[in-house]
């Protein structure tokens, strides 16, 4: 440990995870006691993931984050924690959306010890792999973070009626769970790959991801493996044709875990493809690149396109979620310095956005134990505050000015116009049926005929509920109008990797 | 050379054996209410032989009867981890045998002399010796699986392992008669001495070693030689399902690695494919078979099949890292699978039931069980913070070193398999509402409770903290394996 801001990334990581141990000795029907324990353990984090971002120094030094313990000496295994330019902003968002997702989940009586303990070991899970340095830790922490998924989405979650075939909640955390394993077994097996690669080469068993990065891999051994690394971390990253767990995913889960999903989860996956696949195999990540954004493409098309046939609400947040990770695949596959800033600052920017979206449709479905569409009807009258909120999910999911998602969408199409014009434009095409289908959604659920009798009963968001939705749009207007700071911040962590890159 | 065997080195083996006949006699002596007594004498009396063999035999490095028997510190592990798990199974076994078996003298006895067996495997330095301790094993197993006299499938599950056991055994030994007429010894050391010596591998080493290799193969479990198992696993009485899973699986393992180790290094490249292919094939069979099973007991005795599958893979790539990745994971896979045995027979002994959509609803009825089970089944399925999941990276990462990466590949898509029909489990216990009817409170005694909590405990630290572990284990794997790419692996 070096001193405070060593300390304070420990803690990060250990807050959530001593948190929900210590949870499991709450007796578990103080429910109002749970829930207010397990805000605070939220604000410590936000509170410590705010200081951290704030005060994060841009000079490129970050020996002073860096925590460092013998583990397994004999595989070379380390417990190394660190934070850079890119960590700093998903640690924010990962606390920002922590926070928000316990506040929304009020109305959690069922069993809310064992779901608060879940979603803290959750997101301890997502703190540790963005903060790991040391790749048998990075996987811990992965497979940690997926792990809580089933009971979470299998407990907690809800089932949807197709009509002619029933998508259980059972069916969505199975799925999940079973395709998330599948790829870190991938990730799994690249690693063993280049440990065993790195030990012929230097005779040093080292998991680290410094060490390995400073190992000269052979350009064949390069293309062998990155593809593991990229299909392994983008299934999670919802890259398509793996993306299909997504959408039943989110579904299935409860609000507060569609949030954590759709907005932190799916960002391990391109956080992985880019702090580990393309430090460790740059020759492979040149090589593949062009795959990466084709593929990235393919998902902004295919997700808004699914995302226009969509009759349930969340299956349409759903499917936009696949479209607009694609943004951020297709930015990293760019490689080029501005775009891979917008990919990080889109992870940020489309996390906080989606979890905005995910929070208000809930507070629809809470309310009306209705998601379809068709059946949803001018609710505007009744609904006016979480209308707005939904309006401004939506404006920023199709890139309105102001709104941070602009700012990342512009980067990277810049940035893949550059490289190939081409689909820079197809991607330009996926935001305008992101109009589309957003404003359709919109247009129908608000602002259709209201029937009166109907939703005599139905109230609006209330205190807690407005409180997540202004802290979630704060952040979002924040980067929108002042985006130069983080950029800063993001940059200073994409510069140094792209310049080993050759960009 | 005879002049001076140091019998005063078998002390350990000599109690043990002496514990067994104690128990024994004292039998007579009990009334049958007061039998828990011989329960509790056997574990107390294991318990001070193991506090007495520890720092008695620490760093002793000899063999007697020229290198028939090996006392050394990869011995002494062994010793060590099969008194712990005979004593566990013991103390798992009290209220079990209270309520459903007869004869609890005999029952204990017997574990303790198999006890005996499992010792004398890990410490045999030649192949009769090892098939001799083998045999003594498989007996006392015989005996035990058909304990339960009411039950015909016990009846059954104790046939079917006599009869495929003897047939093993006689593989094995044709197998030990070939090797023997290949290489003029019997004796691990010199066997290596012979191959190293032999320029063209012959017909009847090849044979020889095949049987050897196919006898060994049934008696832990592998794929094709595994058919007697989930028959076993189901009709024997639970404890003793745990003690086959478990100590049946470590002791073979122990003698596997000498054996492999010690005497057939030097023809690494005649086997390692064969058991590469059997590691395969066992690990993507059993645990692709356990998906179909409704019988915890079957669907638990296919996925140790698949374990069975993972351990080959250490001996595959057999190295000194591989070594201790395999016994690693023996030491990982035995606490978690007696945790697992032991909250299902907690669960058995209070509704008799034990097929998996009985534990529906398990997390409202007992949340220890559910919990414990919980830890247990995702630690086999290799989910981190858990034995597993170390246990595992350790294995596959030696198996990785030595250039059987597909093999780990191989590995890691079975244990993706085994996590679907574990999560099945977890489902019924944590999502499915109990029946109607069984919503009850179960009841766990204080001792299962006591017993599951502190194997859980194991499981737990040795996925936060494997390191001493780690130490100790190298320091074992030492005395079988020369050091010497212990040494290339330069460590940081």
Same mark, same amino acid.
């Given at each position: 440990m070096n001193g405070i801001d060593s300390v304070l990334i420990f803690a990060l990581v250990a807050v959530p995870f001593f948190g929900a141990i210590v949870l499991?000795?709450?007796?578990?029907?103080?429910h109002i006691m749970i829930h207010w324990y397990t805000r605070i353990i939220a604000a410590v984090g936000l509170a410590i993931a705010a200081y951290l971002f704030i005060t994060f120094d841009t000079s490129g030094d970050l020996t002073k984050y860096t925590v460092d313990f013998d583990w397994l000496p004999s595989l070379g295994i380390r417990f190394t924690l660190g934070l850079s330019g890119i960590t700093a902003p998903l640690m924010l968002l990962n606390a920002v959306i922590f926070f928000g997702g316990v506040l929304i989940s009020w109305n959690v009586t069922h069993r809310p010890k064992d779901f608060f303990i879940w979603l803290m070991l959750l997101v301890a899970g997502v703190y540790g792999v963005f903060a790991s340095k040391d790749l048998f830790f990075l996987f811990f922490f992965y497979e940690l973070a997926v792990v809580p998924m089933y009971l979470l989405v299998g407990v907690w979650g809800s089932s949807t009626d197709f009509g002619t075939f029933l998508r259980t909640k059972e069916y969505g955390a199975m799925k999940v769970m079973l395709v998330l394993v599948a790829g870190s077994v991938l990730v799994w097996i690249a690693i063993l790959a280049m440990w065993m690669e790195a030990r012929e080469i230097t005779g040093i068993a080292d998991f680290s991801i410094a060490g390995l990065s400073q190992v000269e891999f052979s350009e064949g051994f390069q293309k062998l493996y990155y593809p593991f690394l990229m299909v392994g971390f983008g299934i999670l990253a919802g890259l398509w044709p793996f993306h299909t767990w997504s959408p039943d995913g989110h579904v299935a889960a409860p609000t507060a875990v569609s949030m954590l999903h759709a907005g932190v989860l799916m960002k391990l996956g391109a956080f992985g493809i880019l702090a580990v696949g393309m430090v460790i195999l740059p020759k492979g990540a040149q090589f593949w690149a062009p795959t990466l954004i084709g593929l990235g493409t393919v998902n902004v098309l295919y997700g808004a396109i699914s995302a226009l046939g969509q009759k349930d609400l969340k299956y349409v947040i759903g499917y936009s979620s696949v479209s607009h990770m694609g943004y951020v695949l297709m930015g990293l596959g760019t490689l080029d310095v501005l775009a891979v800033d917008g990919a990080v600052l889109q992870m940020f920017a489309h996390g906080i956005m989606t979890a905005l979206f995910f929070a208000m449709v809930g507070v629809i479905y809470q309310r009306t134990h209705i998601r379809d569409i068709t059946v949803l009807e001018g609710l505007g009258k009744k609904m006016g505050i979480t209308g707005v909120f939904l309006a401004v999910a939506g404006l920023t999911s199709l890139g309105l000015p102001g709104f941070s998602s602009f700012v990342a969408e512009l980067l990277i199409f810049i940035g893949t116009y550059r490289t190939y014009p081409i689909l820079g434009v197809l991607a330009v095409i996926g935001a305008a049926i992101t109009a589309v289908y957003i404003l359709r959604m919109l247009g129908k659920v608000f602002f259709g005929p209201f029937d009166e009798n109907k939703w005599k009963d139905l109230t609006d968001a209330n205190k807690t509920e407005t409180g997540v939705a202004v802290l979630l749009t704060g952040f979002l207007l924040l980067w929108g109008l002042f985006p130069f700071r983080i950029v800063e911040i993001i940059d200073s962590g994409v510069a140094p990797i792209m310049e080993r890159l050759g960009n | 050379m005879t002049a001076d065997v140091h019998f005063e080195l078998l002390w350990p083996e000599f109690l043990v054996a002496g514990l067994a006949f104690v128990i024994f006699t004292l039998d007579f002596f009990l009334r049958p209410e007061r039998k828990n007594i011989l329960a509790w004498v056997s574990v107390i009396g294991l318990a001070g032989i193991l506090a007495f063999t520890i720092p008695y035999l620490m760093n002793e490095n000899d063999s007697l009867f020229n290198g028939l028997y090996r006392v050394d510190d990869y011995a002494l592990f062994f010793k060590v981890l099969s008194m712990a798990i005979g004593g566990a199974v013991i103390l798992g076994s009290i209220h079990f045998v209270g309520r459903y078996l007869t004869h609890p003298g005999e029952y204990y006895a017997i574990i303790l002399l198999s006890v005996l067996a499992m010792m004398m495997m890990a410490a045999s330095g030649e192949l009769l010796t090892a098939y001799l301790s083998l045999e003594l094993l498989s007996f006392c197993l015989y005996i035990l699986s058909g304990f339960a006299l009411h039950d015909s499938k016990s009846n059954e599950a104790s046939v079917k392992y006599i009869l495929l056991g003897a047939f093993s055994s006689g593989l094995l030994l044709y197998g030990i008669v070939m090797l023997y007429g290949a290489l003029? *010894?019997?004796?691990f050391a010199e066997m290596a001495v012979a191959l190293e010596g032999i320029e063209d591998i012959d017909g009847r080493l090849l044979i020889g070693l095949t049987l050897l290799i196919s006898g060994l193969g049934f008696k832990m479990a592998a794929v094709p030689f595994h058919m007697w198992a989930p028959d076993v696993y189901e009709g024997a009485p639970m404890p003793i399902t745990a003690y086959i899973a478990v100590g049946s699986k470590v002791a073979a393992f122990a003698l596997v690695l000498r054996l492999f180790a010690e005497g057939l290094l030097p023809a690494i490249d005649q086997w390692n494919v064969l058991i590469a292919g059997l590691a395969a094939l066992t690990m993507l069979f059993g645990n692709l078979v356990a998906?179909?099973? *409704?019988?915890v007991k079957r669907m638990l005795a296919y996925s140790s099949v698949g374990q069975v599958g993972f351990l080959l893979m250490g001996i595959a790539s057999l190295s000194t890292l591989s070594s201790n990745g395999l016994m690693v994971h023996l030491v990982g896979y035995s606490a978690t699978n007696l945790a697992v045995f032991f909250a299902i027979t907690a669960f058995y002994n209070v509704t008799g039931k034990e097929d998996i959509v009985d534990f529906a609803g398990l997390a409202g009825r007992s949340p220890f069980l559910a919990a414990a089970i919980t830890v247990s089944l995702f630690s086999l399925a290799g989910l981190p913070f858990l034995a597993g999941f170390v246990t595992k990276f350790y294995l596959f990462s030696a198996a990785a070193a030595e250039d059987l990466l597909w093999l780990a590949g191989v590995a890691m898509v079975a244990s993706l398999i085994s996590l679907y029909y574990y999560l099945n489990v977890v489902r019924q216990m944590y999502i499915s509402p109990a029946a109607d009817g069984e919503e009850g409170a179960i009841k766990v005694p204080n001792l299962l409770y006591g017993l599951v909590g502190v194997l859980v405990i194991i499981v737990i630290l040795l996925g936060v903290y494997p390191e001493p572990l780690v130490n100790i284990i190298e320091n074992a794997t030492d005395v079988i394996l020369p050091a010497a790419d212990a040494a290339a692996l330069n460590l940081p």
């Open positions: 499991a000795f709450f007796p578990a029907d103080k | 003029g *010894t019997t004796s998906l179909a099973q *409704t019988n």
